[in-house]
């Protein structure tokens, strides 16, 4: 099977600019996360999707949104970057909702933004 | 607000040397990960844990989930410089939010 892509995997965005990320899980996996990693700050969870509908989120300004598909891929926006938004942004996918606990994650998009 | 609080943060020894790294919260989990993450790259999933008690082996690395589900252990024997990496522990609250809360990971430096 293959594993959960993301793209691009690379990005360098200005202040005030908008960002559109991808993530297309692996195949049959229903939900998708995505967590922000930072040096100072690690692995921090965003928003988790199923079924096209957000079931959780994290503790990040309404600047940061998501949304999923009806073939499960995903896609998180940020608005208004700042530099702080500088990070890897990691998606991960898994098999069931509510969760099994395992979560499969993709490569990561590295964002930078100057 | 449930943590994770992961130790040690940096460990460098040589190769063949054991290690243990630790990963510890004052609340419950429903289960715990452990994940390996190289740079640039994201974690890979090496182990998950559900029950209180339950130690799992992948070769040189024993897992260990506390008997009250809120500390885990990973333990490398003999180890090689392919271990090399960034450990990340994370617990699934018992909500099943499908949200992961990550421990601060561990750097390992294992020098030949």
Redesign the interface.
Known sequence: KAG?T?TPRYLIKTRGQQVTLSCSPISGHR?V?W?QQTPGQ????LF?Y?SETQ??K?NFPGRFSGRQFSNSRSEMNVSTLELGDSALY?C?S?PI????????????T?LTVT | TQLLEQSPQFLSIQEGENLTVYCNSSSVFSSLQWYRQEPGEGPVLLVTVVTGGEVKKLKRLTFQFGDARKDSSLHITAAQTGDTGLYLCAGEGTSNTGKLIFGQGTTLQVKP
């Open positions: 959960v993301q939900s996360s967590y690690g692995l921090q969870f988790e199923f079931r959780n994290g990691l991960a898994s909702h509510p969760g099994s606990g395992e979560q499969y994650f993709g490569p990561g590295r």
